[in-house]
C-alpha cells in the first residue's frame, strides 16, 4: 500500500466544510472524507511544530522523543516512519516543511540538520522566504522570474496579500509531489510522500483571488470565541499572550485589534485553507489518472491548530484549548474501508504512524507508544472503544515566558484539565456545559472531587510515557 500524507501547519479542526464550516470552500477535502473516514474528536501532542512532529512522525511522546520545544534538534537514534517504510523497500519523498531540528538562520546555516530520516526525495522548504540558499520554492521561483513578494491587503494591517495561486508555495509544494506520484505509476515498489505546506501557518497572506472571495462580505465572518474577563481566572502565561503573542513578542495585541481586524485576519486564515483544499483536489486527481488510488492510504491532517483570537489569544503558546489542540484528520483508502463514515473516539497523533504500519502489514518499532486505530479505519470496532482520554504537553516548547512555561493536559470525552506546573493552578473544564472553555473551574468547592480524580489520571498517563526503549532483555 501506498502512503499519501498530507500534514498542513498550524490548522484547527473546524476549517473544513466536513467539520461543520459552512463559510469555508473545501469541496476536495469533503470529498475525501466522504469516502474515508473522518476522525471527530483527533488531539496533536503538542501546539506547536517541532514537538508535535516528532511526536506523529515516531509515534511517541514529546518527552520522549527528547524533542520538546523548537530549536531543539531529533536525537540521531529516533526512527521516524519514513526511515522504517524505506528500510522495508519504500521509497519515500517530502515537498515542503518538516522541522525536526532547529530552522533558525542561527542554528541552520544552509538548510535544517537530518537525521536518517528516510527521505530519498527532499524538497525542502521550511516557509517562503530567503532564509537559506537551499529552500527549493525559492529556487522554483528564481527559475520562473517570480521575485516573492506580499502587499498591504487594504483590509487589515494584519493581514496581507500573498503569492498568486500560481506561485504559491503550496502550489510548490504540490507540484512537487505530483511530479513523485506520476514517477511511481507502473513500478512494483511502494510509496510515502511527506506533502508538507507551511499554510496556513502565519503570516496571514493568502492568494488575492482567495481573499477577495471573503473581503467583500467580511461582516459574515464571525468575531472571536472571547468573554470579557476570562482570563483573570487563568494562568498567566495566557494573559501574557492577549498582550502580545508568543509570549509579548509575536504581535496581535488582541485589546488594540479592531472588529474588522479580527474578522479579516479569521477570513485570510479560511482563504489560505481554501487554496490548499483546491491544490489537494488537484493531487487526488493525479492519483486517480495514474491508477494509483485504490492502492493509497491519504491521510489529511494538521501538527496542531490556531487560536484566531479565541479566548482573546492569537497564534500558539502554552494553553490547550480545542483551537489550538483539536485537528483535522481524514483517511481514506479504498482498498482499506468502504469509507463513507465518521468515528467519535478519542485519537492521538501518537497514533497515527502505528496505524499506518498496520494497515501496511507491518509490526510497530519496539519504542512506538501510540496505538494502532486501524480497527477503527475499518468500521470494526464498536463506538467509544478504543481511548479514555488524550494527553498533550508543554515544555517550554517555544519562546520564553517569565515564569517558565511547563504545562500539560488530559481530556476525557466531558472533562479536560491543565496543570500549570510550578505555579498551583491550572484549568477544568466541563466540555458538556461549556464547550467554550470559558469558565474555569479549577477552584470551585463543587468540582475538587472531580478534580483530584483528573489529576490522578493524568500523572497516570504522564507516568506511562516513559520511555519503553532500551527494551528489557532479561529479568535481571
Not at 537514534?77 to 530552522?103: A, V
Not at 482563504?271 to 495514474?290: P, S
Not at 493536559?409 to 500549570?420: E, F, G, N, Q
Request: aromatic share 10%; net charge negative.
Amino acid at each position: 500500500m501506498n502512503v499519501l500524507w498530507i500534514c498542513t501547519d498550524q490548522q484547527r479542526f473546524d476549517t473544513l466544510g466536513c467539520y461543520g464550516n459552512p463559510r469555508v470552500h473545501t469541496p476536495n477535502l469533503d470529498r475525501l472524507a466522504a469516502g474515508g473516514v473522518r476522525f471527530e474528536q483527533a488531539y496533536c501532542q503538542n501546539p506547536v511544530c517541532t514537538p508535535s512532529r516528532a511526536s506523529f512522525l515516531t509515534g511517541r511522546y514529546p518527552r520522549t522523543t527528547r524533542c520538546r520545544q523548537n530549536g531543539q534538534a531529533i536525537p540521531a537514534d529516533e526512527r521516524i516512519l519514513p526511515r522504517i517504510l524505506r528500510d522495508q523497500g519504500y521509497t519515500c519523498g517530502l515537498s515542503g516543511k518538516l522541522h525536526l531540528s532547529p530552522c533558525n538562520t542561527r542554528a541552520c546555516k544552509g538548510t535544517e540538520r537530518r537525521i536518517d530520516d528516510g527521505y530519498d526525495i527532499f524538497h525542502w522548504s521550511h516557509h517562503p522566504g530567503k532564509d537559506w540558499p537551499t529552500n527549493e520554492y525559492m529556487l522554483w521561483l528564481d527559475e520562473r522570474g517570480v521575485p516573492l513578494r506580499h502587499e498591504p491587503s487594504g483590509v487589515s494591517r494584519y493581514v496581507q496579500r500573498g503569492m498568486p495561486e500560481e506561485h504559491h508555495q503550496t502550489t510548490w509544494c504540490i507540484e512537487k509531489a505530483i511530479h513523485f506520484i506520476r514517477a511511481c505509476a507502473g513500478r512494483d515498489r511502494p510509496w510515502l510522500f511527506s506533502v508538507n505546506p507551511f499554510d496556513p501557518h502565519h503570516p496571514f497572506n493568502p492568494p488575492p483571488e482567495y481573499l477577495d472571495r471573503y473581503s467583500r462580505d467580511l461582516d459574515r465572518v464571525p468575531l472571536p470565541n472571547y468573554v470579557e474577563g476570562e482570563l483573570e481566572t487563568k494562568p498567566v502565561w495566557q494573559q501574557i499572550d492577549h498582550r502580545k503573542a508568543y509570549g509579548g513578542v509575536g504581535g496581535f495585541p488582541f485589546d488594540e485589534m479592531t472588529e474588522t481586524d479580527h474578522r479579516a485576519v479569521r477570513a485570510a486564515y479560511w482563504a489560505m485553507v481554501d487554496l490548499i483544499d483546491h491544490q489537494v483536489g488537484r493531487l487526488l486527481a493525479v492519483l486517480e489518472e495514474t491508477g494509483q488510488a485504490r492502492d493509497t492510504l491519504v491521510i489529511f491532517a494538521s501538527d496542531h491548530g490556531e487560536m484566531l483570537g479565541d479566548h482573546g489569544i492569537y497564534l500558539k503558546g502554552p494553553y490547550f484549548y480545542e483551537p489550538a489542540v483539536h485537528v483535522p484528520l481524514i483517511m481514506a483508502c479504498p482498498r482499506l474501508t468502504g469509507g463513507g463514515f465518521s468515528r467519535s473516539e478519542l485519537v492521538e497523533l501518537t497514533d497515527v504512524a502505528p496505524t499506518i504500519l498496520e494497515a501496511c502489514g507491518l509490526p510497530p518499532e519496539p519504542g512506538m507508544q501510540g496505538r494502532s486505530f486501524l480497527p477503527l479505519l475499518r468500521n470494526a470496532a464498536p463506538a467509544e472503544s478504543f481511548r479514555e482520554d488524550v494527553l498533550c504537553e508543554f515544555y517550554g516548547a517555544n519562546f520564553h515566558y517569565t515564569p517558565t512555561a511547563h504545562t500539560t493536559m488530559l481530556r476525557s470525552r466531558r472533562h479536560k484539565i491543565t496543570v500549570a506546573h510550578g505555579l498551583g493552578t491550572g484549568e477544568l473544564y466541563d466540555l458538556e456545559e461549556d464547550p467554550a472553555e470559558t469558565r474555569n473551574l479549577w477552584d470551585s468547592p463543587a468540582h475538587a472531587a472531580l478534580k483530584t480524580q483528573l489529576l490522578v489520571r493524568l500523572c497516570d498517563r504522564m507516568a506511562w510515557t516513559a520511555d519503553p526503549l532500551p527494551r528489557r532483555q532479561a529479568p535481571w
